[in-house]
Every structure is written in structure tokens, then in C-alpha cells.
């Protein structure tokens, strides 16, 4: 039986992701982990990791870092910050399916 969202031990994730981050270090990795932070204790926390990861100039070519900012951004109802992050991964996204997703995001973020 599947779980829910909200029934993931979401701690645990983070826990593992340091684990294996130890063992393989990279930044999708820490990204991966940021994302974990978020669902764990808040958009507020995990922006602050995916921040650290960006400051340092890692992923600069991958959508992926923007896209994650801007669902966090989203989450702390940051709508133009988080807007500004979705088309900043559009513009790096080179799948179409998965820039069409993001457009839908942008789309959201821009509904009053």
C-alpha cells in the first residue's frame, strides 16, 4: 500500500541523504536533501540549503535548482521570487515535457 505525502517519514530521508552524502558527495545529492529538509521542517529550511548549494555555483546549468527554489518559494508564498525561479528553469530546461510542467507552475504562481 502506498504512502501519502504526508505519512513519509520525511526525517528519515534527510538522514539517509546526509548518509549518503557522506559516502558520494554532490550537489544533487544535497539538492535531493534540501528537498527532504523541506518536506521535514519547512520550505523555509530547505530554501536556505538550496541557496548555499546555488552561492557556491553548483548545478548553474540545470534546471533543476531553479525549479526546486521555486517550489519552495512557492510554499513560502514568495510568488514573484518563486515566478522569477520557474522561467529561470525553463530557460535551462531542455525537455519538453518537463518545461511544460514548469510553464504550468509559472502559470499558477502568476494566478492572484
Known amino acids: 500500500m502506498a504512502r501519502s505525502v504526508a505519512e513519509t517519514d520525511w526525517q528519515r530521508i534527510v538522514i539517509l541523504y546526509e548518509a549518503l552524502g557522506r559516502l ?41 535548482l531553479p525549479a526546486i527554489r521555486g517550489e519552495m518559494l512557492t510554499r513560502l508564498g514568495r510568488r514573484d521570487e518563486a515566478r522569477s525561479a520557474f522561467l529561470q528553469a525553463v530557460e535551462l530546461c531542455r525537455n519538453a515535457a518537463e518545461r511544460a510542467a514548469l510553464e504550468r507552475k509559472i502559470d499558477g504562481v502568476s494566478q492572484p
Open 24 to 64: 558520494t558527495p554532490s550537489p544533487v545529492i544535497e539538492l535531493n536533501r534540501a528537498v527532504a529538509v523541506a518536506m521535514a521542517t519547512g520550505p523555509a529550511e530547505g530554501l536556505e540549503l538550496v541557496d548555499a548549494i546555488s552561492s557556491r555555483g553548483e548545478l548553474t546549468g540545470s534546471h533543476l
